[in-house]
């Protein structure tokens, strides 16, 4: 099968590379997705069970548990907001993340033991959720985790934090270790604007007062905030201090 053998020949090349190194390895891909698929994983997720949290009229709704930790819990479960996804698969041995939208999609793969592939169970939940074409080639390649905030290009006006987050393996653990308001797919940020912004990212603005923005925003879309031409800056909400006295 080509997808198994897309895997084979890309761990052999990452076996040389130390696994055992201090700093963090995981597996990543970029795979094109089955055009309208996206649009289809409701229904499909229901089909099989799989817990999901869906962004649905100004809120988050959970389906199959009680809370986010207790569907992230359950070992698989999926994020729909828009056209934005993400499918997660963990067991004691490995953690899986498919995220994207309506036409591609990342593929995360740690494991305990090691740079692992995923296992043909995942690639035929894909199947069944409509997520993968038959014959497709996957090639996995093997990435590092900053361990430092990464450089914010030049022309993107996001906080370090926020630039992290949106390459980060884990967005749940890194909004999480930021210290960043999450919810769902979604963090909290404030933008600083000249002018109004773009017509498509009116749906996640909250308030308003002055050139401050205050929205609940996919963390796939940050970088679309941070290059829009109205943007000075995108930051975290302070956060104040507590009061001191007695």
């Not at 430092?148 to 980060?168: C, F, Q, S, Y």
């Not at 990212?201 to 002055?210: D, K, R």
């Amino acid at each position: 099968m080509s997808i198994r053998f897309a895997l084979v020949v890309v761990l052999a090349l990452g076996a040389g590379l130390g696994v055992r190194a201090e700093t963090p390895r995981y597996l990543w891909a970029e795979i094109g997705l089955p055009s309208g698929a996206v649009a289809k994983l409701p229904d499909r997720a229901h089909e099989l069970e799989v817990a999901t949290a869906a962004w649905t009229e100004g809120e988050l709704v959970l389906m199959g548990a009680e809370s986010e930790d207790a569907l992230r819990a359950g070992g698989t479960y999926l994020y729909l907001d828009g056209e934005q996804f993400l499918l997660g698969v963990e067991t004691g041995a490995e953690r899986i993340t498919l995220r994207g939208n309506g036409e591609k999609a990342e593929l995360i793969v740690w494991a305990a033991d090691g740079l692992v592939p995923p296992s043909e169970a995942f690639f035929d939940l894909m199947r069944e959720l409509g997520l993968l074409d038959e014959g497709i080639t996957i090639s996995l390649t093997v990435k590092e985790l900053a361990l430092k905030l990464p450089r914010v290009p030049e022309g993107i006006k996001l906080d370090p934090t926020l630039w992290a987050l949106v390459g980060h393996p884990d967005w749940f653990g890194a909004a999480r270790d930021f210290g960043l308001e999450r919810v769902g797919l979604r963090v909290r940020v404030v933008a600083e604007a000249a002018t109004a912004l773009a017509e498509d990212l009116e749906p996640y603005v909250l308030n308003s007062s002055g050139s401050l923005t205050e929205l609940l925003i996919p963390i796939a879309l940050l970088s679309k905030l941070g290059q829009d031409p109205a943007v000075r800056s995108v930051r975290p909400p302070f956060t104040p201090y507590p009061a001191v006295g007695g």
